[in-house]
C-alpha cells in the first residue's frame, strides 16, 4: 500500500515547526510498513486532490493567509467534494480559518473563504497564547498543546474538542475544534500529531482502514513518543488530567 | 519637572552602582515620576538604536568600541537592560542636570518588542537593524508582528541602516522616505543554493509572486528577488567580500573576524557602515574594529580529568542561533558526545511551547562522528522524540532528567569531546558542577 499526503503550501504555512506533523506520519507509516509518498505543494502547482490520501495544512502569518486563500480558492468545489467523500485533511492552527465562511482582518477587512462549513473568523489586534489540554470523543486520551493566534471562531456547528484548558475557539470558550467527517481541524500549532501519539495512531489506523478494511497491522514505533507524552502530563498537569497509563 | 526627576533620580542611580546593582532600576523610577522625561534631554548628534533578532548586543558592543577609539565619549547601555527602562538609566545617567547628554555618540541596544515604546519618546538619527526571524513565538506571536509594531515606529526623520541580505529587514526600506543606507555579504564558497529550514520570507510583499533565491548564506539570509521585479535584494553600499574563513574585506579595507562564524561579518559590517556614515576615517574604523577580536571568544571551554568539553549558545526558541551552534558542533570532525537540554523553555515566562523544536534542523546531529547524544532536564523526552524524527539511531540518546546527575551522566557515558548545548538555566547547573569538581573552564 502507498499512502499519498499532500502538504499543502508547505512554503508558505510553517510558522510553527509543522513540519514535524509529516516527519511523524511518515516514520509511523513506513513503520507498519506502509510507503509514503509526500507531495509538497504551493501557489500555482496544479493540485488534483483525488490523489491524495490525506492532506496537510499548517499555520501562517495572516498575510501569508491572504497569499493562500487566493490560490485555495480555485480548488473549492474539489475541496467540498474531497471531504465530502470522506477523504482525510488535518488542519492545524489558523489554517482551520480558511475553511469557514470569511476572515474579518483587525482592520475589519472581510476575505471569502472556502465556505467548507459554517463558522466566520475575526482576527482581534491582540494575540492570544497559551498552553491547551482538550478532550475529545475519538480518544480516550486528553490532547496536550499550544495556541498562538489573532483568530477567535465563532459559530462553528462541528466541535472536535472540549476545552479543559487553553483558549479553545475564542477566549473562555468551552469547545475547540472542527470534525467533520474525516476533516479533523484544530487551532493547536506545532507538532501536534508528534506530542498526541495516540491521535497519530487512531488517525493512521482509520487512513489506512479506509484504504484496505483488513489490513493487518504492524505495531507502531511510539515508545518514546507516548513516554514524551506520559511524561509532560505528569510533570505539569497532574492536578487537571489523569494521564490514563 | 525634568530637573526635579534627574535631581531624584541621579544619587540614586550613583548610589546603585557603588552597590554594583540594577541598571534599569533609575530608568523605572523615574519614567513613574515623570512620563514625559524623555523629551527633556537633548540627545548627541550621533544617537544610534540597534535592534534585531540576533547581533544587536555584539553590534552596540563594537559600536561603542569603535567610537571611543576614535575619541568620543560613549555612552552605552548594557546587555539585558535593552528595554525602555533600561534605555533611560543610560540617559540618565549620561545627563546634567539641563537635560543636555554630555556624550558625544548614544549607543541604544534595543529589545524588537521595545522600540515602539522607546521611539514614542526618542529617534535616534541612526537605526541598524540587524535581522529579524522567527524567535520566541510565545512572546512575540510571530516574526510579522514583530515586523508591524517596528515599521509603524520609524519615522522619516531616522536615518535606516539595514542588512540587504535579509528580506525581512529589507522591507523597511519599501515605505521609508528618509535615508537608507544597506550592507550585506557577498556569495561567499559556502553559500549554498537551497535551504532545508523552514524560512520567514520568501513570498514577495508587494505582488506576492515566489521569490528566487540565487544564494543562501544561512537562515533566511541571501540574495533574493522577486520574479517580477517589485522587490530584491538592494546592492549594499558597504558589502564584504570574504577573503578566506576568518577575513574580509569592505572595498579594499581588510577586517578580521575572532572567529569562522558568518554572523560575525554582519556585525563587523554594521559597524563599518556606521562609521563610514558619521565620517571616520576608513583606517580608524578597520584597526578599532580588528582590535575587537582579541577580546572575542568563540566558545567557552573546559577540562575535567579526561572530560574536554565545549559550552556552546543554545537559545531556546531561537532557530537561527541553535542551528549556527549545531552547525558548528558539526564541523568539528572528531567522535564526540552532545549534552542538550533545558530546565525551563523560556527565561521569561513560563509557557511551555515546544513547537520551536522542530524549527531547528537537529538533522545535522544525524552524523557518524556523533557518537552520543545525551537529553537533560524535564523535557529530555522531547527532545529524544525531536532527534529520533531526525533519523538519529535512538540507540545513541541517552536522557538525565535530574540536571543534578548530568555530570556523573557525562562522565559515566561520554564517547570523545564533549560538546554542551545547554540552555542557561541548565549550563548554570553543569558550570557550578563543574567549579566544585575543580575543573578548568
Given at each position: 500500500m502507498i499512502i499519498k499526503?499532500?502538504?499543502?503550501?508547505?512554503?508558505?504555512?510553517?510558522?510553527?515547526?509543522?513540519?514535524?506533523?509529516?516527519?511523524?506520519?511518515?516514520?509511523?507509516?513506513?513503520?507498519?510498513?506502509?510507503?509514503?509518498?509526500?507531495?509538497f505543494l504551493t501557489v500555482g502547482d496544479k493540485i488534483d486532490f483525488n490523489k491524495f490520501d490525506l492532506i496537510y495544512i499548517a499555520s501562517g502569518t495572516e498575510e501569508n493567509q491572504k497569499i493562500v486563500i487566493k490560490d485555495l480558492l480555485k480548488y473549492k468545489e474539489d475541496l467540498k467534494q474531497y471531504v465530502d467523500n470522506n477523504k482525510f485533511l488535518l488542519a492545524t492552527g489558523n489554517s482551520i480559518d480558511l475553511f469557514g465562511k470569511y476572515i474579518t482582518d483587525s482592520n475589519n477587512k472581510k476575505t471569502k473563504c472556502l465556505n467548507l462549513f459554517t463558522y466566520r473568523v475575526k482576527q482581534e489586534d491582540f494575540r492570544m497564547i497559551d498552553e491547551a489540554i482538550f478532550e475529545s470523543n475519538i480518544i480516550d486520551k486528553p490532547f496536550i498543546g499550544f495556541q498562538n493566534q489573532f483568530s477567535v471562531m465563532q459559530d462553528n456547528k462541528h466541535h472536535m474538542f472540549k476545552v479543559i484548558k487553553g483558549i479553545g475557539s475564542y477566549p473562555n470558550s468551552q469547545k475547540e475544534g472542527v470534525l467533520y467527517k474525516n476533516f479533523y481541524g484544530t487551532y493547536l500549532i506545532g507538532p501536534v500529531l508528534v506530542r498526541n501519539p495516540y491521535f497519530l495512531e487512531y488517525l493512521i489506523k482509520k487512513l489506512v482502514l479506509t484504504k484496505d478494511p483488513n489490513y493487518k497491522f504492524k505495531s507502531f514505533d511510539?515508545?518514546?513518543?507516548?513516554?514524551?507524552?506520559?511524561?509532560?502530563?505528569?510533570?505539569?498537569?497532574?492536578?487537571?488530567?489523569?494521564?490514563?497509563? | 519637572m525634568g530637573r526635579i526627576t534627574l535631581l531624584i533620580v541621579k544619587p540614586i542611580q550613583s548610589l546603585l552602582k557603588m552597590m554594583g546593582r540594577g541598571t534599569s532600576i533609575?530608568?523605572?523610577i523615574a519614567f513613574k515620576l515623570n512620563k514625559n522625561i524623555?523629551?527633556?534631554?537633548?540627545?548627541?548628534?550621533?544617537?544610534?538604536?540597534?535592534t534585531?533578532?540576533?547581533?544587536?548586543t555584539s553590534i552596540a558592543g563594537s559600536l561603542t568600541h569603535m567610537y571611543k577609539q576614535a575619541g568620543y565619549k560613549v555612552g552605552h547601555n548594557l546587555k539585558g537592560s535593552n528595554l525602555l527602562q533600561g534605555a533611560l538609566s543610560v540617559l540618565i545617567d549620561n545627563a546634567k542636570l539641563n537635560g543636555q547628554i554630555k556624550v558625544d555618540v548614544l549607543v541604544l541596544e534595543l529589545d524588537e518588542r521595545y522600540v515602539k515604546y522607546v521611539f514614542k519618546y526618542l529617534h535616534p538619527n541612526y537605526f541598524i537593524i540587524s535581522n529579524l526571524s522567527r524567535d520566541q513565538l510565545a512572546r512575540n506571536g510571530h516574526f510579522d508582528v514583530v515586523f508591524n509594531e517596528i515599521n509603524n515606529s520609524i519615522t522619516d526623520d531616522i536615518h535606516l541602516v539595514l542588512n540587504a541580505d535579509d528580506p525581512i529587514v529589507g522591507k523597511f526600506s519599501l515605505n521609508h522616505k528618509g535615508k537608507n543606507t544597506f550592507y550585506g555579504l557577498a556569495k561567499t564558497k559556502l553559500s549554498t543554493k537551497s535551504n532545508t529550514n523552514s524560512l520567514d520570507l520568501t513570498y514577495c510583499p508587494i505582488c506576492h509572486s515566489k521569490l528566487n533565491f540565487n544564494y543562501f548564506h544561512y537562515g533566511n539570509l541571501g540574495d533574493y528577488s522577486c520574479p517580477k521585479g517589485d522587490f530584491k535584494r538592494v546592492k549594499p553600499d558597504y558589502e564584504a567580500k570574504m577573503i578566506d574563513e576568518v577575513s574580509f574585506k569592505i572595498g579594499k579595507d581588510v577586517i578580521k573576524m575572532p572567529n569562522d562564524a558568518l554572523y560575525n561579518v554582519y556585525n563587523l559590517t554594521a559597524c563599518y557602515a556606521l562609521g563610514k556614515i558619521t565620517g571616520l576615517d576608513n583606517k580608524l574604523i578597520v584597526d578599532s574594529l580588528n582590535s575587537l577580536s582579541l577580546n572575542i571568544k568563540r566558545?567557552?571551554?573546559?577540562k575535567l580529568d579526561n572530560i574536554e568539553g565545549t559550552l556552546l549558545l543554545s537559545k531556546n526558541e531561537t532557530p537561527v542561533s541553535y542551528n549556527q551552534s549545531l552547525a558548528y558542533i558539526k564541523k568539528q570532525p572528531e567522535a564526540k558526545t552532545v549534552v542538550l537540554g533545558f530546565t525551563r523553555i523560556s527565561g521569561r515566562y513560563n509557557l511551555k511551547d515546544l513547537s520551536w523544536l522542530y524549527d531547528i534542523n537537529f538533522e545535522s546531529l544525524n552524523d557518524d562522528s556523533v557518537k552520543k547524544i545525551i537529553c537533560v532536564g524535564p523535557f529530555a523526552n522531547d527532545l529524544v522524540v525531536r532527534l529520533k524524527l531526525a533519523s538519529i539511531d535512538t540507540k545513541k540518546i541517552i536522557t538525565c532528567f535530574d540536571s543534578e546527575k548530568m555530570l556523573d551522566t557525562i562522565k559515566e557515558k561520554k564517547v570523545g569531546k564533549v560538546y554542551c548545548m545547554l540552555y542557561f538555566d541548565t549550563e548554570k547547573i553543569l558550570k557550578k558542577m563543574l567549579v566544585k569538581e575543580g575543573a578548568q573552564i
Amino acid at each position: 500500500m502507498i499512502i499519498k499526503i499532500g502538504y499543502l503550501y508547505y512554503d508558505l504555512l510553517n510558522l510553527y515547526g509543522e513540519n514535524g506533523n509529516i516527519k511523524a506520519l511518515k516514520k509511523q507509516l513506513e513503520a507498519i510498513n506502509i510507503k509514503v509518498e509526500i507531495h509538497f505543494l504551493t501557489v500555482g502547482d496544479k493540485i488534483d486532490f483525488n490523489k491524495f490520501d490525506l492532506i496537510y495544512i499548517a499555520s501562517g502569518t495572516e498575510e501569508n493567509q491572504k497569499i493562500v486563500i487566493k490560490d485555495l480558492l480555485k480548488y473549492k468545489e474539489d475541496l467540498k467534494q474531497y471531504v465530502d467523500n470522506n477523504k482525510f485533511l488535518l488542519a492545524t492552527g489558523n489554517s482551520i480559518d480558511l475553511f469557514g465562511k470569511y476572515i474579518t482582518d483587525s482592520n475589519n477587512k472581510k476575505t471569502k473563504c472556502l465556505n467548507l462549513f459554517t463558522y466566520r473568523v475575526k482576527q482581534e489586534d491582540f494575540r492570544m497564547i497559551d498552553e491547551a489540554i482538550f478532550e475529545s470523543n475519538i480518544i480516550d486520551k486528553p490532547f496536550i498543546g499550544f495556541q498562538n493566534q489573532f483568530s477567535v471562531m465563532q459559530d462553528n456547528k462541528h466541535h472536535m474538542f472540549k476545552v479543559i484548558k487553553g483558549i479553545g475557539s475564542y477566549p473562555n470558550s468551552q469547545k475547540e475544534g472542527v470534525l467533520y467527517k474525516n476533516f479533523y481541524g484544530t487551532y493547536l500549532i506545532g507538532p501536534v500529531l508528534v506530542r498526541n501519539p495516540y491521535f497519530l495512531e487512531y488517525l493512521i489506523k482509520k487512513l489506512v482502514l479506509t484504504k484496505d478494511p483488513n489490513y493487518k497491522f504492524k505495531s507502531f514505533d511510539l515508545k518514546e513518543e507516548k513516554k514524551a507524552y506520559e511524561t509532560f502530563i505528569n510533570n505539569f498537569y497532574k492536578d487537571i488530567v489523569k494521564p490514563n497509563v | 519637572m525634568g530637573r526635579i526627576t534627574l535631581l531624584i533620580v541621579k544619587p540614586i542611580q550613583s548610589l546603585l552602582k557603588m552597590m554594583g546593582r540594577g541598571t534599569s532600576i533609575p530608568g523605572s523610577i523615574a519614567f513613574k515620576l515623570n512620563k514625559n522625561i524623555f523629551k527633556y534631554f537633548k540627545l548627541p548628534k550621533i544617537t544610534i538604536c540597534v535592534t534585531g533578532t540576533t547581533g544587536k548586543t555584539s553590534i552596540a558592543g563594537s559600536l561603542t568600541h569603535m567610537y571611543k577609539q576614535a575619541g568620543y565619549k560613549v555612552g552605552h547601555n548594557l546587555k539585558g537592560s535593552n528595554l525602555l527602562q533600561g534605555a533611560l538609566s543610560v540617559l540618565i545617567d549620561n545627563a546634567k542636570l539641563n537635560g543636555q547628554i554630555k556624550v558625544d555618540v548614544l549607543v541604544l541596544e534595543l529589545d524588537e518588542r521595545y522600540v515602539k515604546y522607546v521611539f514614542k519618546y526618542l529617534h535616534p538619527n541612526y537605526f541598524i537593524i540587524s535581522n529579524l526571524s522567527r524567535d520566541q513565538l510565545a512572546r512575540n506571536g510571530h516574526f510579522d508582528v514583530v515586523f508591524n509594531e517596528i515599521n509603524n515606529s520609524i519615522t522619516d526623520d531616522i536615518h535606516l541602516v539595514l542588512n540587504a541580505d535579509d528580506p525581512i529587514v529589507g522591507k523597511f526600506s519599501l515605505n521609508h522616505k528618509g535615508k537608507n543606507t544597506f550592507y550585506g555579504l557577498a556569495k561567499t564558497k559556502l553559500s549554498t543554493k537551497s535551504n532545508t529550514n523552514s524560512l520567514d520570507l520568501t513570498y514577495c510583499p508587494i505582488c506576492h509572486s515566489k521569490l528566487n533565491f540565487n544564494y543562501f548564506h544561512y537562515g533566511n539570509l541571501g540574495d533574493y528577488s522577486c520574479p517580477k521585479g517589485d522587490f530584491k535584494r538592494v546592492k549594499p553600499d558597504y558589502e564584504a567580500k570574504m577573503i578566506d574563513e576568518v577575513s574580509f574585506k569592505i572595498g579594499k579595507d581588510v577586517i578580521k573576524m575572532p572567529n569562522d562564524a558568518l554572523y560575525n561579518v554582519y556585525n563587523l559590517t554594521a559597524c563599518y557602515a556606521l562609521g563610514k556614515i558619521t565620517g571616520l576615517d576608513n583606517k580608524l574604523i578597520v584597526d578599532s574594529l580588528n582590535s575587537l577580536s582579541l577580546n572575542i571568544k568563540r566558545v567557552n571551554t573546559f577540562k575535567l580529568d579526561n572530560i574536554e568539553g565545549t559550552l556552546l549558545l543554545s537559545k531556546n526558541e531561537t532557530p537561527v542561533s541553535y542551528n549556527q551552534s549545531l552547525a558548528y558542533i558539526k564541523k568539528q570532525p572528531e567522535a564526540k558526545t552532545v549534552v542538550l537540554g533545558f530546565t525551563r523553555i523560556s527565561g521569561r515566562y513560563n509557557l511551555k511551547d515546544l513547537s520551536w523544536l522542530y524549527d531547528i534542523n537537529f538533522e545535522s546531529l544525524n552524523d557518524d562522528s556523533v557518537k552520543k547524544i545525551i537529553c537533560v532536564g524535564p523535557f529530555a523526552n522531547d527532545l529524544v522524540v525531536r532527534l529520533k524524527l531526525a533519523s538519529i539511531d535512538t540507540k545513541k540518546i541517552i536522557t538525565c532528567f535530574d540536571s543534578e546527575k548530568m555530570l556523573d551522566t557525562i562522565k559515566e557515558k561520554k564517547v570523545g569531546k564533549v560538546y554542551c548545548m545547554l540552555y542557561f538555566d541548565t549550563e548554570k547547573i553543569l558550570k557550578k558542577m563543574l567549579v566544585k569538581e575543580g575543573a578548568q573552564i
